[in-house]
């Protein structure tokens, strides 16, 4: 990754905080939402380029009578960069310890009556075990931010995970959510293989932070929202931000993201792999009095305005959300979800070994149905649900996952690696009911690629049939 000094100019300095309130305001401020300068600016995002902050805040400002052209917008630019894959993975919870007191979330150190616990490396098994059963692929663990989690613990339980293999099953990716560490911590972690390193700024108001970020580290504003400037100078290149809707004002989150975002590219050429927008939900002893809260009208409005702010990063939107939510705004933003979703530790192989886990959990959840349900109705939606790995595995990711721009890109990898990944998942986990179904999708979405492209992925899933696996182009 190169330096950018040209754009790297005052106030984007690396490592230093970016977020200015009074800029962010005011453009919010503003920003008046007449109809023309609307459609101007969807028309601008149409051609894949990314929203200013100025122009994101029109689009914030906008009323009712146009949030539907920009939902509209948001439909058809993510028709032309994302295609209908919706990607694929399971959150698994490694650990519970945290020394913080975040007022909202059920494993901050006050909360006496949540069971701390940490996966032993056999459960830790057993728990990958039970995910690759499900015919998951990608997973993204999560801690709490305790010196038991340090980078080589983090490292090592990474390595952990890809060494697991059950049946046919195997980790390909392995995201992190874990608390900021220093430069010599991403290294470590980033050498264990790691595919994106989230961290959520949760609110980008400095002084909203304060009142929900009442101990240990995680009450520094600072150390937090440069976290991922460290994990790029560690050389991690591939890197999700987000914000926890409900602790601020919406508008003033959206732009932050955004902000986040330019900074990133102006200093590493290359901006976020990812952005979540997760809204608070009832967690044990939640603390909170909802002023904030953001009602779903907002909510998908402004996953459309994120959707078109930044053509190309990833939205993912968690099980915290209805199957209804999910399913609505996948059309217009959303291009990751997680499917058979359970945050409880040890969740996963509970069942096997009759264990239950209360009070265990982080919040509660909102979509609750199996990957395989997951799946049965994204098909039914005429999604092509994909656990493509390819392009990390590739080396096509930061700087080089803006080749994601390139015409035909979808088409030439995206659609057939979803097609084989897909089929694996069909031979390997599907009831006969969704691999019919499946083989079903997989024909309708051939007829989109070139003959020779057709040809070739027919040959792979025959070598799939055949019991060859992980093909990808
Ligand atoms: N401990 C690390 C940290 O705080 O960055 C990583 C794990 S934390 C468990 C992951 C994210 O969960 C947080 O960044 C926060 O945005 C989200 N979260 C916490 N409490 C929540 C709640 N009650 N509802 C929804 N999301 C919540
Ligand atoms: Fe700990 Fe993260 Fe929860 Fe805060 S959000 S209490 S840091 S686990």
Sequence with gaps: MKFN????????????????????????????????????????????????????????????????????????????????RIVLFAPLYIGNKCSNNCTYCGFRVTNTSAKRKTLSDEEIIDEVEALEDNGQKRLILVYGEHPEYNPDYIAHTVKLVYSVKKGRGEIRRVNINAAPLDIDGFRIVGRS??????????????????LYHLGGRKKDYAWRLTALDRA???????????????????????????????????CYNVGPHTISFPRIKDASALNMNG??????????????????????????????????????????????????????????????????????EQFRISDERSLAEVIDELIDNDYMPSFCTACYRLGRTGEHFMEFSVPGFIKRYCTPNA???????????ASPELAEKGWRAIE??????????????????????????????
């Excluded at 961290?199 to 002084?207: L, S």
């Excluded at 890197?239 to 602790?247: M, Q, S, T």
């Excluded at 097609?419 to 986990?429: F, G, P, S």
Aim: charged letters at 30%.
């Design 444 to 473: 309708k979405n051939m007829t989109a690629l070139d003959e020779n492209l057709r040809e070739s992925v027919r040959n792979k899933i025959d070598r799939i049939r055949n019991g060859e696996r992980d093909l990808y182009y």
């Design 419 to 429: 097609v084989l990944t897909l089929a694996e998942y069909i031979v390997d986990y």
């Design 193 to 210: 293989g790691i595919g994106t390193f989230q961290i959520f700024q949760e609110t980008y108001d400095p002084e909203a932070y304060k």
């Design 232 to 266: 790029q100078e560690a050389g991690i290149d591939d890197v999700g931000i987000g914000a926890l809707f409900g602790l601020y004002d919406w508008r003033f989150e959206v732009m932050g993201l955004v902000r986040h975002t330019n900074h990133l590219e102006a």
């Design 5 to 84: 000094p040209e754009k790297c100019a005052v106030p984007d300095l690396r490592m230093e905080p970016f977020i200015d309130p009074a800029e962010i305001w005011s453009h919010l401020n503003g920003a008046l939402p007449d109809r023309s300068r609307v459609r101007e600016i969807i028309a601008k995002s149409l051609s894949k380029e990314r929203l200013t902050l100025s122009e994101t805040a029109v689009l914030i400002n906008a009323g009712p009578d146009l949030v539907e052209e920009i939902k509209e917008g948001a439909r058809e630019l993510k028709k032309k960069v994302y295609g209908n």
């Design 291 to 360: 002023r904030y809260q953001v009602n779903d009208e907002d909510f998908k409005k402004l996953i459309a305005i994120l959707r078109l702010a930044v053509p190309y990063t990833g939205l993912i939107l968690t099980a915290r959300e209805t199957p209804d939510v999910r399913s609505e705004t996948m059309a217009f933003g959303v291009s990751q979800i997680d499917g058979g979703t359970k945050i409880e530790l040890g969740g996963y192989s509970a069942s096997r070994n009759e264990e239950q886990n209360l009070n265990r």
